[in-house]
């Protein structure tokens, strides 16, 4: 078989799998939960397996056939994946589940099983020539992480999957070397590609019966209107009479409620979209009676900007409650696309007023884009209830409520402008607080020593709104917002002359812990965030998780209550991780030890071996963390996690592919040194050129990010490829190991990086990525020695 059909197979065969992987992510958030999606980071660890598969088979089966059991794996894990549930919320208490969640990881890591053993098997042919195939290998998957994925948009996630399918097949048909069995697998790749286009009805995904898309379709009337693929995101909309979302309305509200659907993103919701004209007597009523509704009486005729403002509701309530001008930031196109097209008259053309207008930004770079002022910038509560119990989000970054964010809104004030922000309440008492922790250490970055003064709180049943003034509150606006509260049975909870007498009238709690806590983080906010049993930390830029809540300390109180409650994960879905983590373990050690079990060597040959060990893991865990790291830095400057993602794998991946490449013209030693002192640099300057470049356009800000990380990228490619080279001239049979190795550490490292991200930030995990490739520097110089395990064959 020629170099170039094999380089060309196996760049196929990466973007298949990378596409897999991406379509997973997709797949596994949609179908279950946000934090189920990073099972799929850690499947690298079976990519690794394919090469201790070589060890133990050194005559692989031919190319081709590895290639198309890649495409039949991937029907196969779809297929796993849609006809046998997994239920997450029943783990703790029906063993089964246990079984199910082994299997779903088991078929879904098959087809990157098949594809780490086609690439082990070129590295192994190519000989001295092994970065070549390396380099196919990285620019093939940086193709893949762009095309691939695309079809997403077009086709859904069941269409992308028959579309990586078909990658697959290309890859055989590449691999092969007869031309009437190259134009057979040719002919079923244009199949399953022409099927991609139209996916059967049978593959329609099947979503978790706990997702709130499941619950609200069991509605005798509901009508499922539209479901709509982006990268980003699934969008559904549902109508029924059963649908009433009115987060914080007063229990002094009558009934007369206007009709609503609802919007579901990735299954989550509801986003109401309501049925209703602002200049109507009902919208007059329905926003006296909500909590934003303060901000209007306080700052009347007010020019607003409202942030993750959900399906627009309250820029309804907003202009229903006097505001003169509406600015808009949607986070999710899809969500503007949905509003100004199919709902545009259900929402009586609310996106085409010459009062509202519509940037096109995220909340974030919304917050840093342009100089025009305002009197009040509102967050929405566009995010559903989630029970802090389950922790299914605590995954999720958002970098609108951040210190940093806040900061950014407090300057988008006029003089006297007000900053709304309206969170969930709920058991135990997190989510509001770490709102309230986050805007005091905001108003102090921005000089105002007594945020007390300039700061209101209150409750309703089931949420709590805060509004932060740059200037000291009046006497004017606290009658004001007394009388409000009267009239809608609101509570307070901090007020700068707040009577005891006035506290826990109206929506009773047997105890007002939102009080005496609000109170506590005022006054002495690092020794409450200290105690608390939960973390209250306000999030950053560089650790952006504000629905991670998790601290060791529960963990006790976790497991104590495992099978008693219908949530098992207890404080945070970073349980999950740590599940996640064990099974890499258990998957990896037989990996990274094989050699030593399989060809005893002598004690003098052991420190060899764990040299190479070493350098293998050291570069595989150190690439993940550095790659993660970067991804979370970059979904700030991008905008949105899927256009950053797709930049920073393509980027990172293609620039790699060139190091491999160039790989022999450049000392290893010399090469990893630079690498130590770009990553370094990288880590001090990532955050400061990421901030100054978020006002620009699209593609200066796409130039940027490729600018910062493709440095990084080029070193990252020489040292695995440079090893290899210097295995191939003493221990060609120690190639396939070197890539279980460097697999396996991937693996495990993919899922330990994404633990540092939550708790300790990018900065932390990039600078442990810098140390883990300064101890491949340290043992690089190990490589060449004598040999110690056979050469690898191929069929």
């Known amino acids: 078989m020629s170099g170039l059909r094999t380089n060309l197979g196996l760049g196929l065969l990466s973007a298949a799998a990378i596409g897999f992987e991406i379509s997973l992510t997709r797949l596994f958030a949609v179908q279950q939960f946000y934090h189920f999606a990073f099972m799929a980071v850690s499947l690298g660890v079976m990519a690794g397996a394919g090469g201790g598969l070589l060890l133990l088979r050194p005559r692989h089966p031919p190319l081709w056939v590895l290639a198309c059991a ?17 239920d997450s919320y029943s783990i703790a208490w029906d063993a089964r589940q246990v079984g199910v969640l082994f299997l779903y990881f088991v078929m879904a890591g098959l087809p990157f099983l098949m594809a780490g053993w086609s690439i082990a098997a070129c590295l192994v042919q190519a000989g001295t020539h092994a970065h070549r195939p390396f380099a196919a290998n990285l620019v093939g998957s940086a193709i893949g992480c762009l095309s691939l994925p695309a079809l997403l948009s077009v086709v859904g996630a069941e269409g992308s999957v028959l579309g990586e399918v078909a990658f697959g097949l290309l890859a055989a048909a590449a691999f092969s070397s007869r031309r009437p069995l190259r134009a057979a697998l040719a002919v079923a790749a244009l199949a399953a590609g022409s099927l991609a286009l139209r996916p059967p009805a049978w593959m329609a995904l099947t979503l978790s019966p706990y997702k709130p898309l499941s619950a609200a379709l069991q509605a005798a009337d509901a009508r499922h209107t539209l479901t709509r693929w982006t990268v980003q995101s699934r969008a ?14 007063s229990l002094k509200a009558g009934s007369d409620l206007p009709e609503e659907a609802a919007l579901f993103l990735d299954g989550e919701g509801p986003l109401p979209i309501v ?25 009347p005729a007010a020019r607003v900007l409202v942030l993750l403002p959900g399906a627009g509701f309250d820029a309804q309530l907003a202009l229903a409650s006097g505001a003169s001008d509406v600015t808009l930031a949607f986070d999710d196109p899809i969500v503007h696309d949905i509003l100004a097209g199919p709902y545009a008259d259900f929402t009586a053309g609310l996106l085409s007023r010459p009062d509202v207008h519509v940037l096109d930004q995220p909340a974030r770079r ?7 002022q305002f009197d009040v910038v509102l967050y929405a509560l566009s995010d559903p209830f989630r029970p802090i119990t389950s922790g299914a989000f605590s995954l999720t970054e958002s970098y609108a409520l951040t210190v940093e964010a806040f900061r950014d809104a407090i300057g988008r004030l006029d003089e006297d402008g007000l900053l709304v922000v309206t969170r969930w309440l709920g058991t135990p008492p997190v989510e509001a607080p770490r709102a309230w922790a986050t805007l005091v250490a905001a108003m102090r970055q921005e000089g105002i020593e007594n945020p007390g003064a300039h700061l209101v709180a209150f409750r309703s049943m089931r949420t709590a709104t805060l509004i932060a003034s740059r200037t000291r509150l009046t006497q004017a606006d606290l009658a004001a917002t007394r009388d409000f509260m009267h009239a809608n049975a609101f509570d307070p909870i901090s007020l700068p002359d707040l009577r005891s007498d006035e506290l826990n009238r109206h929506n009773v709690l047997q105890q007002d812990i939102y009080y005496s ?133 393509f980027a990172l991946l293609a620039a790699s592919g060139l190091g491999s490449l160039l790989s022999p013209r450049l000392e290893l030693r010399t090469a990893l040194t630079a690498l130590c002192v770009v990553l370094g640099i990288g880590v001090m300057i990532l955050p ?65 990086a994404t633990m540092l991200l939550v708790s300790y930030g990018a900065t932390v995990t990039m600078l442990l990525g810098v140390l883990l490739y300064v101890g491949a520097l340290l043992t690089s110089s190990r490589l060449a020695t004598e040999p110690w395990l056979p050469a690898a064959t191929s069929s």
């Not at 440079?722 to 070197?738: D, F, K």
């Open 366 to 372: 919304a917050l840093r884009s342009g100089d025009q």
């Open 517 to 649: 806590l609000f109170l506590s983080l005022l006054r002495d906010p690092s020794e409450t965030i200290a105690r608390s049993t939960f973390d209250l930390r306000p999030p950053t830029d560089d650790r952006p998780f504000f629905f991670h809540f998790f601290r060791w300390q529960q963990t006790p109180d976790i497991l104590s209550t495992l099978g008693q409650t219908w949530q098992p994960f207890g404080g945070s879905g970073y349980l999950v991780l740590l599940a996640l983590l064990i099974v890499m373990l258990v998957l990896a050690i037989p990996l990274a030890v094989a050699p030593a079990l399989l060809h005893r060597s002598r004690a003098s040959r052991a420190a060899h071996l764990r040299a190479r060990m070493t350098y293998f893991a050291c570069l595989g865990a150190g690439y993940l963390f550095v790659e993660l790291a970067l991804l979370q830095r970059m979904t700030l400057l991008l905008d949105r996690p899927a256009i950053a993602l797709a930049t920073v794998l």
């Open 275 to 299: 049925r209703i004209q602002t200049e109507s007597a009902q919208a007059e009523r329905l926003a006296a009676n909500m909590p934003t509704s303060l901000a209007f009486h306080l700052r």
């Open 688 to 752: 400061t050129a990421i901030v100054r470049g978020l006002p620009w356009g699209l593609v200066p800000r796409l130039g940027l990010a490729t600018l910062l990380i493709a440095p990084s990228g080029l070193l990252m490619g020489v040292p695995f490829a440079a090893g290899l080279r210097r295995l191939e001239r003493t221990s060609p049979g120690a190639i396939p190991w070197a890539w279980a190795v460097n697999g396996a550490a991937g693996g495990v490292g993919g899922v330990l």
């Open 70 to 86: 890649f495409s039949a794996s991937v029907g196969l894990a779809y297929l796993t994946i849609e006809t046998l549930p997994f």
């Open 236 to 249: 559904d909309v549902v109508e029924s009479r059963s649908l009433h979302t009115f987060p914080g309305l």
